[in-house]
């Protein structure tokens, strides 16, 4: 049995940095999940937190982004909320990924990249506590939220609109919110050469889906600049 209240786990998660909380609180409102969904999520990003509380606020951070992107596509409020908490747990399978190896300030061996990509393949992270509706989305952006839009993406190779919408969503606001973050191997990218970068991999995302994010790249950025710093 779980001793934790959610608000108590919240609190254990959130109290050094109460943007976090209210990033979650956000992402939350108005996605339906009933009350041990939402406890299940929040374990699940307090584990993902011990593990790295740079992947913790990413995560949040692309959540935040989806949201946002969600609501400028025309979703409802209702399906743009659960778009963004979807998209909140993508890189929990990185928890299995020894953390020395993630935050190497070298490029990847070929067996280390094998290793690392294995993060997208942890579905059994979604337990049955999650009903269906949520199960599924979940396991879809965290499975495939590295394969492109033309079919050269991994772990299964789908191209077009054989990936799922969550994950195309998904690929853009990862690799948007990546490239601006400074990492132990680099200097984050300022946003024109973000958007050049971006525009350079446009292989990676759903062509129609890049083209608003682009012309809107402007309320991204600005969601962006306000979560979790």
Do not use: W
Not at 12 to 20: E, L, N, Q, W, Y
Not at 81 to 94: N, S, T
Not at 143 to 170: C, K, M, S, V
């Amino acid at each position: 049995m779980i001793a934790l209240h959610t608000s108590e786990l919240a609190d254990r998660i959130f109290i050094a940095d109460g943007s976090c909380a209210e990033a979650l609180a956000y992402l939350a409102d108005g996605a339906g999940l009933h009350s041990n969904e939402r406890l299940m999520m929040l374990i699940m990003l307090d584990a993902l937190n011990i593990f790295s509380g740079a992947t913790m606020r990413h995560s949040l951070r692309v959540g935040l982004q989806v949201r946002t992107f969600c609501t400028i596509l025309g979703h409802t409020a209702r399906d743009a909320a659960r778009f963004g908490l979807y998209a909140c747990l993508h890189d929990a399978g990185k928890m299995s990924v020894p953390i020395t190896m993630l935050e190497k300030p070298g490029k990847f061996t070929a067996e280390e990249r094998d290793l690392v990509e294995t993060h997208v393949k942890q579905e059994f992270l979604f337990p049955e506590q999650f009903s269906r509706c949520h199960r599924d989305p979940f396991r879809h952006a965290l499975r495939f939220h590295h394969e492109n839009f033309d079919g050269t993406g991994y772990p299964d190779r789908l191209a077009g609109n054989q990936i799922p919408e969550i994950a195309q969503i998904t690929r853009l606001c990862d690799f948007f919110d990546a490239v601006r973050q400074d990492r132990p191997y680099r200097k984050g990218l300022s946003l024109p050469k973000t958007i050049a970068l971006m525009q350079q991999s446009q292989g990676a995302f759903n062509p129609k889906l890049f083209k608003v994010f682009r012309n809107e790249i402007g309320s991204i950025d600005r969601c962006h600049l306000r979560a979790l710093h």
